[in-house]
C-alpha cells in the first residue's frame, strides 16, 4: 500500500519539514517500523485506521527531486512501514506519531537505532527493540516485549508482559505475564516492579550489588540466599524472574 504524495520540493530547496497520511489494516496486523534516528510516540488512532504523522529529522537526499513518501507494505509475518526519498530509495531519519486502530490482534514492532519510543493508553501490543533511547509508556493494557541497549523503561498500566532487558532503570506494573513465564532484567540500573492484585506466579528474583524488597506482598514458602529471593504469590504459577545486575529490585503491589 503506498501513501498519499503529502510534500514535494525541487532540486536545491530544503526537505519538507513534516506530513501526514492513513492507512486501513486489517484485524492481526503486525506493524514493523524501523529507524535509525528519529522518535516514536505511539497514540489511540482516532479515525479507526493507521494514522502516520511524519516529522524528518534532518537527513538530505543527495540528488534528485527530494520527493518523499510514506508506505506500509506486507512483508510476511509483518507489515512494513516506512518513509523514504523517491529519488535514491534512503530511508528519512524522523520523528514519528503513529495512531494504533483498535483492532483485534493489530500491534506495533519498533527497531530504533538512536531514538526513544512513548505510548499512550493502548490496548495493543508492542515489541519494542531501542539502541539508544527511552522506553515510556502510560495505560498500557496489552502484550510488551522491550529491549534496551542504552535506556531506562517507565510503564504504567496492566500490560502482559514478557521479556523486558534494559541497560538503564526498569520502573514498571505488570498486569500479567504468559503461561510460559516472564523476565525482567536491568543490566546498571534499579528494578521496580508493582504487580497487579491477584496474580499467580512463581517469584525468582536477584539483586547482583543491591537489596531486594517487597512490601505489601506475602510470598508464600520463601527461600532467600544472599542478594536472591524466591517464593509463591497467591499459590504460584508462571515463573517471573525480575533481575538487577548492579542495583537492587524493589516488589511490590501495584496499588502502592
Not at 543527495?62 to 513518501?69: F, I, P, Y
Amino acid at each position: 500500500m503506498q501513501g498519499d504524495l503529502l510534500k514535494r520540493a525541487q532540486v536545491g530547496s530544503s526537505v519538507p519539514e513534516s506530513f501526514s497520511s492513513e492507512f486501513n489494516v486489517p484485524d492481526g496486523a503486525r506493524i514493523l517500523l524501523r529507524s535509525t534516528n528519529g522518535s516514536v510516540r505511539v497514540v489511540p488512532s482516532r479515525s479507526g485506521r493507521l494514522e502516520v504523522e511524519v516529522r524528518v529529522a534532518g537527513h538530505v537526499s543527495v540528488a534528485g527531486t527530494k520527493r518523499l513518501t510514506t508506505s506500509l507494505k506486507p512483508s510476511d509475518p509483518y507489515m512494513i512501514l516506512d518513509t523514504e526519498y523517491e529519488d535514491t530509495g534512503i530511508r528519512a531519519s524522523a520523528d514519528y506519531v503513529l495512531g494504533l486502530p483498535p483492532k483485534e490482534g493489530v500491534g506495533l514492532t519498533a527497531e530504533l537505532l538512536n531514538g526513544s519510543l512513548s505510548a499512550e493508553s493502548l490496548p495493543c501490543g508492542l515489541d519494542v527493540s531501542l539502541g539508544n533511547g527511552d522506553l515510556t509508556a502510560s495505560g498500557l493494557t496489552g502484550e510488551l516485549r522491550a529491549r534496551l541497549v542504552n535506556g531506562s523503561v517507565e510503564v504504567t498500566g496492566s500490560p502482559r508482559v514478557s521479556f523486558v532487558r534494559a541497560g538503564g532503570r526498569v520502573n514498571m506494573e505488570i498486569g500479567g505475564i504468559p503461561s510460559g513465564g516472564a523476565s525482567v532484567t536491568s543490566l546498571s540500573g534499579e528494578v521496580r516492579v508493582r504487580l497487579a492484585a491477584g496474580l499467580k506466579l512463581q517469584l525468582a528474583v536477584r539483586a547482583g550489588s543491591g537489596e531486594v524488597s517487597v512490601e505489601d506482598l506475602s510470598p508464600k514458602n520463601v527461600v532467600t540466599a544472599g542478594g536472591s529471593l524466591r517464593g509463591d504469590l497467591n499459590g504460584g504459577g508462571p515463573r517471573l524472574g525480575l533481575t538487577s545486575i548492579s542495583s537492587g529490585v524493589f516488589l511490590g503491589s501495584a496499588g502502592s
